[in-house]
Nanobody, 124 residues
Framework: QVQLVESGGGLVQAGGSLRLSCAASGRTFIGYAMGWFRQAPGKERKFVAAINWSGGIIRYEDSVKGRFTISRDNAKNMVYLQMNSLKPEDTAVYYC?????????????????WGQGTQVTVSA
């Protein structure tokens, strides 16, 4: 499996921006699709965004379209989530995840490596 470590979370006011980073290490993640998920307090973890190996296929959950941007730098083994126009409802623990194939989707069970999560809190 790939080891993943997220960073970049924090407290921000509504309308602000944050950039989350996910560093991958361990076995190579060549060909892996990568995703971001989030879990709000008292709720189930949900899909946010995913990107394929080349970056040519990207999917977003509807509520973040136009505000969030997922990207990756394979040379640096990094995945990013740029979050703009943040809303209080974006408050959650954000998780980076890797799946050992190129299909881009939000099916959690297909992701076999997960980070520990990073807290994002958006104040009104």
């Amino acid at each position: 499996q790939v080891q993943l470590v997220e960073s970049g979370g924090g407290l921000v006011q509504a309308g602000g921006s944050l950039r989350l980073s996910c560093a991958a290490s361990g076995r190579t993640f060549i060909g892996y699709a990568m995703g971001w998920f989030r879990q709000a307090p008292g709720k189930e973890r949900k899909f946010v965004a995913a990107i394929n190996w080349s970056g040519g296929i990207i999917r977003y959950e509807d509520s973040v379209k136009g505000r969030f941007t997922i990207s990756r730098d394979n040379a640096k083994n990094m995945v990013y989530l740029q979050m703009n126009s943040l809303k209080p409802e974006d408050t959650a623990v954000y998780y980076c995840a890797a799946k050992p194939d190129s299909a881009v989707n939000g099916r959690e069970y297909e992701y076999n490596s997960w980070g520990q999560g990073t807290q994002v809190t958006v104040s009104a």
